[in-house]
């Protein structure tokens, strides 16, 4: 029974880390597509910054289970419309202050099965590109749930820079604050080491 239970556990963290893996390479070969597109035209390749990645998965959340419509994706304009609503929260989950993100630029798009070449072009070939033309943005955060992805883009200014805010700044971390991928890794670990023993 005990061997039943721990190879249960496995498979089911098994699956999580693929899961996991896949989505990072789902992002991985859009900044890669991203960045060959810039390249065409002379524009600096952009880096990951994980801080940005971070709002763009608190983001890429929000949006997940939500239908594609004609007032998603380059049409929505950030903390105008119902989508982010929590804004300020998702900033306190990345320890952001909004003064590092104001030159940012974020942009969600809904693609049905995040086909990779219709992702691409739904940046390369909308009102996105303008942002994705322009040599001010230095870094992207990528994340991907369901049939959502969202960019988040940054700069090497202070203004847009994602940087995180130094301890004891206006920034809390809420209590309420769910599992992360990491935390629930270690949870799974510990829980197979007990059964086992």
């Known amino acids: 029974m005990n061997s039943r239970i721990s190879l249960l556990c496995a498979l089911v963290l098994a699956s999580s880390l693929l899961h996991c893996a896949r989505s990072d390479g789902n992002d991985a070969q859009l900044l890669k597509g991203i960045n060959s597109y810039r390249s065409s035209l002379k524009v600096p390749a952009l880096s990951e910054n994980k801080n940005a990645a971070c709002l763009a998965e608190q983001l890429a959340r929000q949006f997940k289970g939500q239908e594609c419509t004609n007032t998603t994706g380059a049409n929505t304009v950030i903390g105008t419309e119902q989508q982010f609503p929590d804004y300020p929260r998702y900033l306190d989950r990345c320890h952001l202050n909004a003064s590092v993100t104001e030159d940012g630029q974020v942009m969600p798009a809904c693609v049905p099965g995040l086909a990779p070449a ?23 955060g990528i994340a991907s749930e369901g049939d959502w992805v969202v960019v988040v883009l940054s700069t ?3 203004s847009g820079d994602y940087s995180p805010a130094p301890p004891g700044s206006n920034w809390a971390v809420s209590a309420a604050r769910p599992f992360g991928f990491g935390q629930l890794v270690l949870l799974l670990v510990g829980f197979v080491v007990l059964l086992v023993k």
Do not use: C, I
């Open 156 to 158: 090497s200014t202070g």
């Open 118 to 140: 219709v992702v691409l072009a739904n940046y390369t070939k909308s009102q996105y590109n303008r942002f994705l033309n322009d040599s001010q943005f230095s870094g992207a």
